[in-house]
């Protein structure tokens, strides 16, 4: 059973299940939707989630992990960097790291030809490899010799420059971007800064 079909049958609304958990609606928002992944929440919140909804912390992630398994949905671009970028605060560098390597969710997001996704999340591992002093994983060598075809800036970068008529902001969020990410065509200048 889904989170809403758990969710459903308890007859609760996202709101309802806020209160009764103490979780932020905001995040209840994100796992209902599909934007903050269920298996990547910390305990506490699943402690929390799995009581109210009246099953097993086991029992939630199993679920949630076996429908992201079964499913090809895809979450936008921008929810996925800022999942990504959530995911390095929380786990710390080197959990992302050892983390992200041995799930190889590089390999299966570029089997499923969703390059920029898999191209950002090398991009993070190499970033925080050179962060770390850390050897970069040998594993992806024949990927980082790919690049997206169009280069993909920041959708606040794209807002600006639409609303200014000008190109000044996309020259400067190219000028600041962080080198491991601009080799795959990927305008990226804060990945640590998130909320």
């Not at 929390?48 to 076996?66: D, F, P, W």
């Amino acid at each position: 059973m889904t989170i809403l079909q758990l969710m459903n049958k308890k007859n609760l609304t996202r709101y309802k299940l806020s209160k009764q958990s103490g979780i932020p609606q905001t995040t209840v928002n994100d796992i209902c939707s599909g934007k903050a992944r269920i298996e990547k929440c910390s305990a506490e919140t699943l402690y929390k989630l799995s009581n109210v909804l009246g099953v097993t912390m086991e029992e939630l992630i199993e679920t949630a992990m076996k429908d992201h398994e079964n499913s090809d949905y895809r979450i936008n671009f921008e929810s996925f960097k800022s999942n990504v970028c959530h995911s390095v605060k929380d786990k710390g560098d080197l959990g992302f790291l050892m983390d992200t390597l041995k799930s190889n969710e590089i390999r299966t997001l570029f089997e499923k030809k969703w390059y920029p996704e898999a191209l950002y999340l090398l991009a993070m591992i190499d970033y925080l490899s050179r962060e770390n002093n850390i050897p970069l994983c040998s594993r992806y060598e024949e990927l980082r010799s790919m690049k997206l075809k169009r280069t993909v800036y920041p959708a606040s970068v794209i807002v600006a420059s639409l609303a200014a008529k000008s190109d000044r902001f996309r020259k400067e969020a190219l000028a600041d971007s962080i080198p491991e990410f601009l080799r795959y065509n990927i305008v990226e200048g804060e990945v640590r800064n998130v909320c």
